[in-house]
Each structure stands twice: as structure tokens, then as C-alpha cells.
Nanobody, 123 residues
Framework: VQLQASGGGLVQAGGSLRLSCVASGGTLSIRGMGWFRQLPGKEREFVGSISWSGGSAYYSESVKGRFTVSGDNAKNTVYLQMDSLKPEDTAVYSC?????????????????WGQGTQVTVSS
């Protein structure tokens, strides 16, 4: 399975960005897709995810109410709409796919990873 993310960039605080990620190859095994982010020297952090079973979305507390994860199972695509961005949201964002039925927040439960895309929020 290959994941291709796009949509990062530079935005001012309070602005919005939308990330997209498309999965290809062997996608029948995917049970959910999501997003993580990582700052230099820090652990990878869960941002949000969506389950293909029922479409439930999950968020970290730091982005709840500002970010929205949505997806199209038929197109194997997941989106991350980021609104009211803050400078502390600056990070490399990576999309991921899991083959597990139960969505978990820890990177080790996610089997496939896309390349990261830089999001920079200026103050």
C-alpha cells in the first residue's frame, strides 16, 4: 500500500489548510486512515483519524473543534481540514492507514505511512 499526501504549506495564524492523502495498492486491507504530526526532536503525535467501518472520526484534544477528518472509502482518500491554525500546529504531518478494526492513537498500530508534508503557521 502506498500513501500519497499533499496540501501542506505556509499559513498565518487563524488561517486554514486542507491536507489530502490517497492510498493505492492493496487497499482492501485498510480499516481506517488518519493523520499524525511530528516536530523536530519530538515523538510522533496522533492528530485525527476516521474508521471506514461506520465513518467515526477521532481527534486529539489539542485539535478537537478546529480540525476535521473526513474520507471517501471508495476513493481510499482521507482529508484533514485544519481551521483556526495556531503556531504550535507547525509540524510535519503524515497520513497513515491501519488494518486494525479498532482505531488506536499510537503509531505502532498503523501499518502504512505516507511521506510527510510540512505545515508552517506563522504568528
Amino acid at each position: 500500500v502506498q500513501l500519497q499526501a499533499s496540501g501542506g504549506g505556509l499559513v498565518q495564524a487563524g488561517g486554514s489548510l486542507r491536507l489530502s492523502c490517497v492510498a493505492s495498492g492493496g487497499t482492501l486491507s485498510i480499516r481506517g486512515m488518519g493523520w499524525f504530526r511530528q516536530l523536530p526532536g519530538k515523538e510522533r503525535e496522533f492528530v485525527g483519524s476516521i474508521s471506514w467501518s461506520g465513518g467515526s472520526a477521532y481527534y486529539s484534544e489539542s485539535v478537537k473543534g478546529r480540525f476535521t477528518v473526513s474520507g471517501d472509502n471508495a476513493k481510499n482518500t482521507v482529508y484533514l481540514q485544519m481551521d483556526s491554525l495556531k503556531p504550535e500546529d507547525t509540524a510535519v504531518y503524515s497520513c497513515a492507514a491501519t488494518t486494525l478494526a479498532r482505531i488506536r492513537n499510537y503509531p505502532e498500530y498503523w501499518r502504512y505511512w505516507g511521506q510527510g508534508t510540512q505545515v508552517t503557521v506563522s504568528s
